[in-house]
């Protein structure tokens, strides 16, 4: 994090009373944070809510201890959320993984974000179609989408309170999505994100709340399968889902290019 190409960094660390000399690590970076404490709390997301209620920044993002941003993900998130003022949060369609060393692991594609498809059940394994993920690692929002939101990620999820971090968001506004690579999730041996079943169990109670509130009945899923039928698949492919709120670069040679929004149609 603080070696991000980006000046004005609010960097807040919030460690939940650890015993593995992570207290040591931080008292060494002390001097470039804006806060930090150690002590127990109630968990993962209280801890969060702990260090966003300390915060003051217009621009927001959480990365958890094992995750890791490009070295570009902030200066990239200030240029464009300045440039495009009606972007009120933005990620990456090509998230990356990293291996618990470090290295990169894999860059996947995701073809698009729309709230139809989040409310379709589209960014969550739940057996129809899987466009993947909204990655945590690579999300940044405006404070005042935080505010109208809530202000809090719910602490009685204890896995999914991204997702429906996510769910609050689209009550509110649409989520661009930006080619370049922000960020990414890192796998470790004894993470509590492997216990993927939980996860899903509570991102599909948080997607029915959501779908309630929108009064959303999920339509197309039976078309959207018709892409796995073969003699179905030339028609369901010819009918365009989505459009895709997507962050361009205008002017790729120069120094400050600048961006632009362009609608990406998306299945």
């Not at 990239?76 to 290295?103: K, Q």
């Not at 860059?107 to 379709?120: E, M, Q, T, V, W």
């Not at 709340?209 to 698949?233: D, E, I, S, T």
Request: proline share 5%.
């Amino acid at each position: 994090m603080l070696g991000q190409d980006y000046p004005n960094l609010e960097y807040i660390v919030i460690d939940g009373g650890s015993s593995d000399g992570s207290q040591e690590i931080i008292r060494q970076y002390e001097d470039r944070l804006a806060f930090w404490c150690s002590e127990p709390d109630g968990g993962h997301y209280e801890g969060v809510n702990k260090g966003f209620a300390r915060s003051s920044g217009e621009i927001m993002a959480w990365l958890n201890a094992d995750d890791m941003y490009c070295p570009w993900a902030l200066r990239t998130a200030a240029a464009v959320m300045t440039a495009l003022p009606d972007v009120e949060w933005i990620t990456t369609l090509n998230p990356l993984t990293w291996t618990c060393g470090g290295f990169c692991r894999s860059l996947n594609r995701i073809p698009g974000y729309s709230k139809a498809s989040f409310l379709d059940g589209c960014y969550i394994p739940n057996g129809g179609v899987h466009l993947g993920w909204i990655q945590q690692e690579s999300t940044f929002w405006r404070r005042s989408l935080w505010q109208r939101s809530g202000g809090m990620v719910r602490t009685d999820y204890r896995l999914a309170g991204d997702f429906d971090l996510w769910a609050r968001f689209y009550d509110f506004a649409e989520l661009h999505g930006i080619n370049c690579p922000l960020g990414g999730f890192r796998s470790q041996p004894k993470q509590r994100s492997r216990n993927l079943g939980e996860y899903l169990r509570e991102a599909e109670l948080s997607l029915e709340q959501a779908r309630h509130r929108n009064g959303w009945k999920p339509a197309g899923l039976g078309f959207r399968a018709a892409r796995k039928v073969p003699v179905l698949r030339r028609w369901a492919l010819r009918r365009p889902l989505n459009v895709c709120r997507t962050v361009m670069p205008v002017d790729e040679y120069a120094i400050e290019c600048g961006w632009r929004i362009e609608d990406v149609e998306f299945r």
